[in-house]
């Protein structure tokens, strides 16, 4: 299997080398690349009718101008079918902005429960996630800092006013310097919203590796337990040298966790603080080996659902980016239970698709995993990332309302051929999307060759 490899000439980053060449294109990456004169017609996507996006928005929109919006009376505009999924949504809203006001949220439960005695589940769970979450971030830029997934408590997140949380203890007793089985653990790379990873040395095999111990909430259930073994089961099964290998899975009750190869560098995310963006040939052939690489996991029915810069490592020794972390990972084959509850909100917001941001799971699919490309191929093409907002509830409500300002307005080297691919694969409506990962990854691969040879 060849290695990508080749030299990323911009000084302005601190990684030098970071990349990325496939075989086929082994060159010297230049710190700036000629720009293809051929432009694409742009047409603006059609908005498609949401059945309860625009209620969502209504009722935001009340909130933050300091009304009192009744939930109910949303409920009662809405078929049926959609009122559990829109419930959700909206007291995932009301209780943000009581959390930013610094109002306790163990006062609201039992008039919530009173209210809405038919939802118990979903008030009890809601309001569990952000009783979790009482850390209230900085005000710092919201387009810089690190980014937040909600759905579940959260270890970081620069989005003003947001309470987040750290991460409680794993489901085992991991520390650093302790024995896992027969793995040395090493020490911690890092704790997000989905678990811990660990640097860990296996002694059987003499070898280095991660080890990925998933958050006690993310295997509440036997539901839970079921999708994480399924889904890291088939993602084990993945080859492809753009994601990062599963060696084991270990599913003893009350001792799970994912062995998986350790990649040496840095994530993607480290290269575009800042608001450093990248060459625009290299932003290019990122995403299209990135979108090449997802089409694998999305023909065995595998959806990532979260990706963004910080589950994209660059490889240090073969200067290639590496997808990691398919931690919120949905397996969606026809003969697998569905296995994540309706208005479930999963993801990081900035990344994340409409469809997700109103908690539409249903219509997620391969096409979200596509979104979130697009957004990270923006945000390396200008700095920026297409949807802001200072709050997790404004940026949900922007992803789903706000219409993207075209990468080249940003940065006028971007001609129209290649901001129309941008904007294309980010369309609101997955309909207006690329048909698959594979199509988004030819029309990058024409548009390279348009730029001709790297020089």
């Known amino acids: 299997m060849p290695n990508p490899a080749g030299e990323f000439m911009d000084t302005a980053l601190e990684m030098p080398g970071l990349i990325v060449s496939s075989s086929s294109e082994r060159a010297a990456m230049p710190s700036s690349a000629p720009i293809a004169t051929a432009a694409r017609s742009q047409t603006k996507p059609a908005r498609t009718h949401d059945p309860i996006g625009e209620y969502i928005v209504r009722f935001t929109d009340e909130l933050q101008a300091g009304l009192r919006p009744k939930i109910e009376d949303y409920l009662n505009e809405v078929a049926p079918p959609w009122r559990e999924a829109l419930f959700a949504s909206l007291l995932r809203a009301e209780l943000e902005t009581q959390s930013d006001n610094d109002e306790p949220l163990f006062i609201f439960r039992g008039q919530y429960l009173d209210r809405f005695p038919d939802r118990k589940v979903i008030v009890e769970r809601l309001i569990g996630e952000l009783e979790a979450r009482i850390t209230t971030v900085s005000h710092s830029d919201p387009a810089t800092g690190p980014v937040e997934t909600v759905g579940v408590p959260a270890a970081k997140a620069s989005l003003a006013g947001v309470p987040v949380a750290p991460v409680p203890a794993p489901t085992v007793a991991a520390v650093s310097g302790a024995i896992l089985d027969r793995f040395q653990l090493i020490r911690e790379l890092g704790a997000g919203t989905n678990g811990k990873v660990f640097l860990a040395y296996d002694p059987r095999l003499g070898r280095d590796v991660a080890i990925k111990i998933p958050h006690p909430e993310r295997l509440k259930s036997s539901c839970d337990v079921e999708r994480f073994l399924r889904t890291s089961r088939a993602a084990a099964q993945l080859r492809h040298e753009n994601l990062c290998p599963i060696y084991e899975v270990n599913d003893v009750p009350g001792n799970y966790y994912l062995v998986m190869a350790f990649i040496k560098g840095k994530p993607l995310s480290h290269f575009l603080t800042d608001h450093k963006h990248l060459p625009i040939r290299q932003a290019v052939l990122i995403t299209k080996m ?128 290649l901001a129309g691919l941008c904007l294309k694969a980010i369309a609101k409506s997955p309909s207006d999307r690329f048909a698959s990962m594979l199509e988004f990854a030819k029309e990058l691969s024409a548009y390279l060759k348009l730029l001709g040879p790297a020089s």
């Open 290 to 417: 990135l979108a090449t690489a997802m089409f694998k996991p999305h023909q065995k029915g595998i959806v990532h659902r979260d990706l963004k810069p910080d589950n994209i490592q660059i490889d240090e020794e073969r200067r290639a980016p590496v997808i990691m972390d398919f931690g919120l990972a949905h397996f969606e084959q026809a003969d697998a239970p569905q296995l994540t509850y309706y208005g479930q909100l999963l993801g990081t917001p900035y990344y994340m698709s409409p469809e997700q941001a109103l908690g539409h799971t249903e219509l997620i699919g391969p096409s979200s995993d596509q979104y979130s490309l697009g957004v990270i191929l923006y945000e390396m093409l200008t700095g920026q990332r297409p949807i802001t907002g200072r709050t997790v509830g404004e940026v949900l409500k922007n992803v789903h309302s706000q219409q993207p300002v075209p990468p080249n307005q940003h940065r006028p080297q971007i001609d129209g051929m």
